[in-house]
């Protein structure tokens, strides 16, 4: 792939997320640019090329795999991921997939053999490892200004038209559910700042908000390989609220936030010489990971350099949330790895 040029990406699937991915590219001109996009659905392809200004819409998926993208963005429910990602792949494309990367290890494995095999490059949508906020959280900590971390806690609180927009989210297709769709981020945030894990265990609301076929409230508790545990919360079942994301790391010396509301804070007498708690950024960053993830990416795909986030993450991630489920399926503690 030449190295002076941008990589041109193709888009599968133009809903809710696309969006997303098409103002991240845009940020990225001279990096990556959109090849033109797909869905089954044509007139939602047609609308968003329209928000867009996409010049090109793909007739068929046909298309989409015989055209000269580079690579091939999967955004479709999560049972699709693996089979159009396999196909992307033996198409010669590379493929970035949207969370989660699989709803296997099976699945994941797929993935991975096949991109070895393409001589290819399979990357998740880890975009919350590329936010700022997060950025500025890692080093917080790696500064030593709240001592090692003991203990983490993440909370995401979203209200049911999270699942009323994507409908598919209440079903099967999901995977799972609020486990798999929305706690996999603070999955993925958590092992790259605390490693690799040793155990899982993990309990479903029994009292559903939702009518779908997966858990709508979740627990879900770890230990990782370093002693650290977290504990992770979320629910789709909040109908007046905060409607909030929230990472928290604990030092004995301090401890440091990343929000979705007030942004990345810490407190550590350390390092700031009161016991108040100080923004780490000026701004609120949250959410604008997608743009640095996609120009990660794409200097990947262009010069072969290491990124960020690797399939092998997407297929870490995706274990953490299966260990889960099956410690709420069985009620007993999972050990780390998983069997494939």
């Given at each position: 792939?030449s ?5 041109r990406?193709?888009?599968l699937g ?5 969006q997303?991915h098409l103002?991240?590219?845009a940020a ?5 640019e ?6 089954a659905?044509?007139?939602r392809?047609e609308a968003r090329?329209?928000?867009f200004?996409?010049?090109h819409?793909y007739?068929t998926w046909?298309?989409v795999?015989a055209?000269?993208a580079?690579?091939?963005?999967v955004l479709l ?13 033996e198409?010669?494309?590379h493929v970035v997939?949207e969370?989660?990367?699989a709803?296997?290890?099976a699945?994941?494995?797929?993935i ?6 393409a001589?290819k490059?399979?990357h998740?949508v880890h ?13 917080f ?10 203990l ?6 979203e209200?049911?038209q999270?699942v ?5 989210l ?5 995977g ?5 769709a929305?706690a ?7 092992r ?5 894990l040793?155990?899982a265990t993990s309990?479903a609301?029994a ?5 779908m076929?997966s ?5 879900a508790?770890y230990r990782?390989q370093?002693?650290?545990i ?8 909040m109908n ?7 990472v928290t790391f604990y ?5 440091v936030?990343?929000?979705?509301r007030?942004?990345?804070?810490g407190?550590?007498?350390?390092h700031?010489g009161?016991r108040?708690i ?7 960053e949250?959410?604008t990971?997608?743009?640095?993830m996609?120009?990660?990416y794409?200097?990947g795909f ?9 399939g092998?993450d997407?297929?870490a991630a995706?274990?953490?949330?299966l ?8 009620r ?7 069997p494939a």
């Amino acid at each position: 792939m030449s190295t002076d040029k941008p990589v041109r990406v193709a888009l599968l699937g133009c809903g809710a997320i696309a969006q997303a991915h098409l103002r991240a590219i845009a940020a990225n001109p001279g990096v990556v640019e959109v090849a033109g996009i797909y869905d089954a659905d044509r007139s939602r392809a047609e609308a968003r090329a329209a928000e867009f200004h996409v010049a090109h819409i793909y007739h068929t998926w046909h298309d989409v795999l015989a055209s000269d993208a580079d690579v091939i963005a999967v955004l479709l429910p999560h049972d699709l991921h693996a089979k159009f990602a396999v196909e992307v792949l033996e198409a010669g494309h590379h493929v970035v997939v949207e969370k989660p990367l699989a709803t296997t290890l099976a699945e994941c494995d797929a993935i991975l053999n096949a991109a070895a095999k393409a001589g290819k490059r399979a990357h998740p949508v880890h975009n919350r490892i590329y936010d700022p906020g997060t950025d500025a959280a890692r080093e917080f900590i790696k500064s030593g200004a709240i001592g090692d971390i003991f203990l983490a806690q993440t909370v995401g609180l979203e209200p049911p038209q999270t699942v009323s927009v994507r409908p598919w989210l209440g079903t099967k297709a999901g995977g799972g559910g609020v486990l798999m769709a929305q706690a996999v981020h603070p999955a993925y945030l958590l092992r790259w700042i605390l490693g690799d894990l040793s155990e899982a265990t993990s309990i479903a609301g029994a009292r559903k908000v939702l009518d779908m076929t997966s858990e709508d409230t979740a627990i879900a508790v770890y230990r990782f390989q370093q002693g650290a545990i977290a504990e992770m919360t979320g629910t789709f079942g909040m109908n007046v609220g905060p409607w909030n994301h929230r990472v928290t790391f604990y030092g004995p010396d301090g401890y440091v936030e990343i929000c979705n509301r007030e942004g990345v804070r810490g407190l550590s007498e350390k390092h700031f010489g009161d016991r108040e708690i100080h923004p780490l950024l000026p701004d609120l960053e949250w959410g604008t990971g997608f743009a640095r993830m996609w120009a990660d990416y794409a200097n990947g795909f262009r010069t072969g350099a290491p990124t960020r986030v690797s399939g092998l993450d997407g297929r870490a991630a995706v274990e953490m949330i299966l260990a889960a489920y099956e410690s709420s399926k069985s009620r007993r503690t999972i050990d780390f790895p998983l069997p494939a």
